[in-house]
């Protein structure tokens, strides 16, 4: 039988409805332990209640601490699988921070709920029980941080919450889920291309993130980058900008300030196409670095975590292609 850590930060997944409010909010004692007892007849599970937070109150720093959490756990004990139960809202974004920077080839399975435990139809105790199924295969290993929603199995890069309430939220979108969980096993179908690690022991850089939008100018790049080591731009289209804001790039640019561009595109991926002035091509040449896919969410930690090594604009477009 399997042993898989099992750790608890809190979410919808880890609440309960007030009946006579409509209030949504936590509980001190975890709702998951009738599925635990049935959680027995899979794998040996250990657990742990690491904190118990709302997924807005997860900051990057908690991301961090939590992979330096699952390495402990990990060098002073033996486990074939991880999973980690979490709010919804900032999930994508743990599951990305810890793909980044946790060396560990054993699966690690983020998964959550979108109804909380006493509401009908929950789905936090099935998602569950699929995650410690799909972290218990052999097929999950080196594959890399996994959410596990809804039957899906998702790469944490392409992986995003799509919808505010539906249970089937998490999509991957233009990529898909690369695997499913049936009721007869656990399905890849394939395996995601894995990048470098990054080696980080604190969040130091301030990233801003802004999104573009028909006139914008260049007042709220400046407002917003007074104290910023980087900024991350979700571009219109391809990757481009109304002209207006491209003084106030070249000022940021100028000044040693990195600019990722992705697009606020839902599919699609930002590139330098257009040459007219504000154009993905004009971007690039006065120094906009382009990312092959990511989110704005996502680029933002990327950079984060990227600045914390390098600052050179050529190594941080090489990492943002990878």
């Not at 936590?26 to 635990?36: I, N, R, S, V």
């Not at 983020?110 to 052999?138: F, K, Q």
């Not at 944490?156 to 991957?172: D, E, L």
Request: proline share 4%; aromatic share 6%.
């Amino acid at each position: 039988m399997k042993k898989i850590l099992l750790i608890h930060t809190g979410g919808t997944i880890a609440m309960e409805e007030n009946k006579s409010t409509g209030g949504v909010n936590t509980k001190e004692t975890h709702p998951l332990e009738a599925t635990l007892r049935e959680l027995s007849d899979i794998a040996e599970i250990s657990v742990k209640n690491y904190v118990n937070l709302p997924s807005p109150h997860i900051t990057p720093s908690h991301m961090l601490e939590l992979a330096q959490f699952i390495t402990s756990q990990t060098n002073s004990e033996k486990f074939d699988g991880i999973v980690i139960t979490h709010g919804t809202d900032t999930l994508e974004e743990t599951a990305y921070v810890l793909d980044l920077v946790l060396q560990t080839s054993i699966p690690v399975i983020v998964t959550g709920a979108m109804r909380s435990s006493n509401e009908h139809g929950s789905d936090g105790p099935y998602n569950l029980i699929s995650s410690v199924r799909v972290a218990c295969e052999e097929q999950s290993l080196g594959k890399g941080i996994l959410v596990v929603f809804n039957d899906e199995i998702h790469a944490a890069k392409n992986v995003t919450k799509t919808h505010t309430s539906n249970i089937a939220t998490f999509q991957s979108p233009q990529y898909g889920p690369i695997g499913i969980v049936t009721k007869r096993g656990v399905l890849f179908h394939h395996t995601p291309i894995r990048s470098s690690f990054f080696h980080v022991k604190n969040f130091s850089k301030n990233v801003v993130l802004l999104k573009a939008y028909a006139g914008m100018d260049g007042n709220l790049i400046q407002a917003a980058t007074n104290k910023a080591d980087g900024v991350v731009i979700e571009a219109l289209g391809q990757g481009n900008l109304p002209p207006a804001t491209v003084p106030a790039l070249k000022e940021l640019i100028s000044n040693g300030i990195p600019v990722v561009l992705v697009s606020r595109c839902f599919n699609g991926i930002a590139q330098d196409i257009y040459s007219y002035e504000g154009g993905g091509k004009h971007l690039k040449e006065i120094g906009a670095i382009f990312s092959n896919g990511l989110n704005g969410q996502k680029a933002r930690l990327k950079l984060m975590i990227a600045l914390e090594n390098t600052s050179e604009p050529d190594q941080l477009q090489r990492l943002f292609l990878q």
